[in-house]
């Protein structure tokens, strides 16, 4: 027997009374994730009220596939997917900016506090949305180069290097000042 | 710094406080994309039935069958028994009337002769009275 049921088996049978119209077992479902999924699309957008967005669209999608969802296999990756999608979708919708050239201005450490220097959220949130997400999604979500050069329809190289300069970027500012030890 | 400790430093963010207002947001949202779908459907169903009437309508109530033209059904006679036809109408006519046995005896005459010169191989018989 599988030992996943058991874990999952609470989940499946809130799922199987949310198909039959349970508002109860929607919000329970709601209340079992909706925080991690928010939790998401905060740390990609940087912004309270997309990040609100992002979580309404990705319940109502779910409510909208309830019939299409496994009651074997966890909701929440499914979720969470559906939220970073939604993310990328609003990224591609954005006028294309130059992220090369806004992680190289970066490095003029005038513009940031020492308080921001010390604070890896505010780091994050300076980085641009683009490099923001491909970080989030690599190191924090475990996305291979692959899912993100073919969600943003670029090649792994492009993601490989992107990655690689914007982690660069994050460690230089989170390291101690006078300790620094550049990534080459 | 390591990349499992810049990981660690990710990680240990804090989560965002989830707005207590978004869920009966989401709760109205899904309410009307409920209605949303269900006035899709109806509309859809609607110009369904539009679209599928016509064709229901030819196949469940066939129009009529052409009746046949009576005149056009009707057997017509050939040009030349035309005036045998016309001779027995003044016939059946001179009967009904109640003619002369004279009159009768001259129609009869003049129908005998017209059969004779006439190229009819079948010669018509007089309508019955």
Known sequence: MDARVPDHAPEAHLLRRARRGDQAAFEALYQAHASAVHALAFRLTSNAAEAEDIVQETFLRMFGFLSGLREDTPLRPWLKRVAANLAIDRLRRLPRTGTDAELEGLTDEARMSPADAADAEALLRRLPPLARTVVWLHEMEGWSH????????HTASWSKSLLSRSLARLRADLEPRGDASHDP | MTPESLQARLAALPEPSLPPSLWPRLHLARVRQRERRRRVIAGSMAVLALVALPFVYTRIVAPPAPQPDAFAAAPRAPLHEEPLRIVDRELQHAYERGASEQELQQLWQRRQAIA??????????????
């Open chain 1, 146 to 153: 692959e899912d993100l050069a073919r969600r943003f329809g």
């Open chain 2, 116 to 129: 004779r010169s006439g190229s009819a191989s079948v010669v018509p018989q007089p309508f019955e009275i």
